[in-house]
């Protein structure tokens, strides 16, 4: 179809067709993948309710180990939101111009992840009612900010980070939402129009947005990579063993980056199918985004190699318990997963066959996903369960129906809002697919 | 202006001069392990690990280049591949820096109790020996593979390359890490940090960079071809600058903050040694010349040109070897020391380094005017004209 010896505006024209099409009217699929996702939701919700009801003894959390599933999900879906950021920002400021058709699909699957990762420290908290106090200004309750805790930077990281990604994200879709305006009639036309913020697509516009997009790219990329690393930096700077460690920031960062791109494959892949995007989002991309999965797979097997080696170099007893304790200990089988699924199974992208089959990339990202949320719940719970007060070795934690609910819940809220998302926005960013089309020809 | 660059050939004054700074250095050595054994092997240790790092990060970089098939290098590609030439002096100083190690660390005669196999001399000797033959073999390896790419088609052998790539960068994550563990760590023997052998092996790439905008601004400027450096190249040169202070300064201040914060002797040991005294200038130096001044500097357009990249990239490669000074040569209660000896032994290496790069050169540009081609020029991209940048014809 785009590869037709057309004309350019009628090139045009067609990418505006197919990609504005997907905002008709979706079919039954749609409907009951949106309705499990609210069922999923309200039944999350619900378990929440009952939680605050009874307080957090329904679920599991025993002293010392009162950081648990919340916390591993919090840190899952806070990487989650990191590969927007690297395929938008990062990717941009490299040049690398395939990432154009999976750019807007990460950005938005950024918004939503952050959104779900803020639930939790919400979730977690005994009194949820009190959730303001996590908030230090305005200062009328007269508290007593300490300034040296990592979870005040985490606030300001992460409300930092939510707001420039949205506004990123936005900044992005100006120019497809006139288009979807000027192909759409009636309210959604007035809609779209209100969004489009009056783009009319004149040179200075087109000037003004580049600079814009640049600027943005730009203060997003040393965001992105301070966000994780105050993420991990509320466990480093403890000196809990298996938590104090300096490789703490980059690895968490390559880890969230890893995260995130098998997140958008895992997205991306049944979503090109389902909305006939296989002309703009290629095997390609997805090749090229299973090569940057090797890339921070390798980073991460290299974290796990030091803290390995350290803890046995270092000569500290608690810190080698630590280690040997997510080897062979209660949660021996966890860590093994993680392994397998962080370490070993995105060595199998190094086989192009592998990078190429669709069932392949679907099958490994799905591993991923599963084994970065183990790596968080093998840090966070195996750390805490054998740290320096020797009394509560040995002590098991095990989540309860209500924080499988909750974990699942939250699933749903992520995967509503995205499924929201590409019925109601177009989801490959129009502009820069006819910027590449441009190129190419 | 030189036609072709097999031809080029250093001028016999430059050689003379370069092998008369060698002797001197290797006098100047000599000396120094008679009378200050212990200090006189460190600063040849911090020169070894220096001018090592900078020419293997060379390869690295024509490696990572291969792998995202950038195409802006250009002759930088070249230069980057020349620094390979000190790596077989390397092997020959690795050599004879394990006369020393008797000198430098104090396991040698009191190894931690808990790891004897680990600092036993013969282990150490042998597995940083595989290491670097391991590290230079490949990069042998791909260097002969990456020139032999050249001489044929573009799709011939690119995947092999590409795989030789990938191992050779490999490689040098571990064999670096092992050595930042086995040749600086070890000089305080109870310090253990997990992100320090990231951080040493990272800081060559930082200084490696450098190094390659400097020699290129060199070669621009002796042999008259502007095209070594041009513009659009010293502009993404000082991006790549840019990009690498940020990254040095991100994983130092990842590893100072975590040992700040949790304040535990066994690991703040360290730090104090380098911050107290005479010391304490030396820090602050290491963070002007790595950080300030680069990251200043190369946020700005009109910075990122030939001959102000190439200042700051020699105030990057000072900062580089000064920070390298700094982790190996201070012990507990020890005073800044840098005398004339010291000075004529990093001559010596950095002697050493021009004269491999300059007599490597016209042996790794072999396949240079097959490598040349037609650049978009990006000032003259709109107008869709095209202009040569092929140097060597």
Not at chain 2, 62 to 81: D, K, M, N, Y
Not at chain 2, 213 to 238: E, K, M, S, Y
Not at chain 2, 296 to 305: A, D, I, W
Request: glycine letters at 6%; one cysteine or more; aromatic letters at 16%.
């Amino acid at each position: 179809m785009i590869s037709d010896p057309q004309s350019t505006p009628a090139v045009f024209h067609q990418v505006n067709a197919d990609i504005l099409r997907v905002l008709r009217r979706p079919g039954w699929i749609y409907f009951l993948a949106l309705s499990t996702c609210l069922l999923g939701v309200a039944w999350g919700a619900y378990c929440w309710m009952y939680q605050v009801h009874n307080g957090l003894v329904v679920t599991g959390m025993l002293h010392p180990i009162m950081w648990a599933c919340y916390i591993a999900t919090f840190v899952f879906w806070v990487g989650i939101a990191h590969s927007g950021t690297l395929i938008s920002a990062i990717l941009f400021l490299f040049r690398a111009r395939w990432r154009a058709s999976i750019s807007r699909v990460s950005e938005a699957m950024t918004v939503f992840a952050i959104m779900t990762a803020g639930l939790f420290p919400l979730i977690h908290l005994g009194r949820v009612w009190y959730f303001y106090w996590l908030i230090p200004y305005p200062n009328q309750r007269q508290l007593w900010i300490n300034f040296r805790s990592p979870l005040i930077w985490d606030v300001f990281a992460i409300g930092t980070y939510l707001v420039v990604s949205a506004l990123f994200w936005y900044l992005g879709l100006i120019p497809d939402l006139a288009s979807a305006r000027d192909a759409s009639s009636g309210l959604r036309r007035r809609i779209f129009g209100l969004c489009a913020l009056g783009w009319s697509g004149t040179a200075m516009e087109w000037k003004h947005y580049m600079t814009a997009y640049l600027f943005f790219a730009a203060l997003a990329t040393p965001l992105v990579v301070s966000v994780h690393s105050v993420v991990s930096w509320d466990f480093a700077m403890t000196i809990v063993p298996g938590w104090h460690s300096t490789i703490f920031a980059p690895y968490f960062v390559a880890g969230a980056i890893l995260s995130g791109l098998a997140m958008v494959l895992t997205l991306v892949i049944p979503a090109r199918s389902l909305l006939h995007l296989e002309d703009y989002i290629t095997f390609r991309h997805l090749e090229n985004v299973a090569k940057l999965m090797i890339l921070t797979s390798l980073i991460v097997s290299y974290s796990y190699l030091m803290e390995f080696f350290f803890a046995w170099y270092s000569e500290n007893p608690y810190e080698r318990g630590s280690f040997m304790e997510r080897v062979s200990g209660p949660y021996a089988r966890l860590f093994w997963l993680m392994i397998v699924c962080n370490s070993l199974v995105p060595l199998l992208f190094f086989i192009p066959a592998a990078r190429r089959n669709r069932v392949m990339l679907l099958g490994a990202s799905l591993l991923v996903n599963v084994g970065m949320w183990t790596e968080r719940f093998v840090i966070i719970v195996v750390s805490l369960s054998h740290d320096h007060s020797v009394a509560s070795w040995g002590r098991v934690y095990r989540p309860t129906w209500v924080e499988v609910s909750v974990l699942l819940g939250s699933l749903a809220f992520f995967l509503l809002w995205f499924l929201l998302f590409i019925r109601h926005l177009p989801a490959v960013p129009m502009s820069e697919v006819k910027e590449a089309l441009l190129r190419k020809r | 202006m030189i036609e072709d660059l097999q031809e080029i050939k250093p001028p016999t004054s430059i050689v003379a001069l370069l092998c008369l700074v060698v002797a001197s250095g290797g006098v100047a050595f000599w000396l120094g392990v008679t009378n200050r054994p212990e200090h006189s092997w460190k600063v040849f240790l911090v020169n070894f690990l220096f001018w090592s790092g900078i020419s293997i990060s060379g390869l690295v970089f024509c490696a990572v280049f291969e792998l995202t098939h950038a195409r802006w290098p250009g002759p930088v590609r070249h230069i980057a591949e020349s620094f390979a030439g000190f790596l077989p002096l390397s092997l020959l100083l690795y050599f004879i820096l394990l006369q020393g190690v008797g000198s430098i660390y104090p396991w040698v005669v009191a190894p931690p109790p808990g790891r004897l196999l680990w600092f036993k001399l013969s282990f150490f000797t042998a597995r940083d020996t595989v290491a670097i033959l391991s590290l230079y073999g490949l990069g042998l390896l791909f260097l002969l593979a990456s020139m032999r790419s050249r001489s044929r088609s573009r799709q011939t052998g690119s995947a092999s390359l590409s795989a030789l790539s990938v191992f050779f960068i490999l490689a040098y994550a571990i064999a670096f890490s092992l050595l930042a563990i086995d040749m600086v760590m070890s000089l305080s023997p109870y310090w253990s940090n997990t992100l320090f052998p990231a951080y040493f092996f990272m800081g060559n790439l930082y200084g490696g960079i450098a190094a390659i905008a400097v020699t290129c601004f060199i070669w621009r400027w002796w042999t008259g071809v502007q095209g070594w450096l041009d513009d659009p190249r010293a502009h993404d040169l000082g991006k790549l600058l840019l990009a690498f202070c940020m990254l040095w300064t991100y994983l130092f201040w990842s590893q100072y903050l975590v040992i700040w914060y949790g304040n535990l002797p066994e690991e703040f040991e360290f730090l104090l040694a380098r911050t107290r005294g005479g010391w304490r200038v030396v820090s602050w130096s290491v963070l002007t010349l790595c950080l300030a001044i680069p990251f200043v500097t190369m946020l700005r357009r009109s910075l990122k040109r030939p001959a102000p990249l190439c200042a700051i990239g020699l105030v990057t490669v000072l900062g580089v070897w000064l920070e390298r000074f700094l982790l190996v040569v201070p012990s507990e209660g020890s005073a800044v020391s840098f005398g004339l000896e010291d000075g004529l032994i990093t001559l010596g290496f950095f002697a050493l380094f021009a004269l491999g790069q300059i007599f490597f050169l016209p042996f790794v540009a072999k396949g240079a005017t097959l490598a040349c081609g037609e650049r978009e020029d990006r000032a003259t991209q709109a107008s869709g004209e095209k202009i040569d940048f092929c140097i060597g014809r």
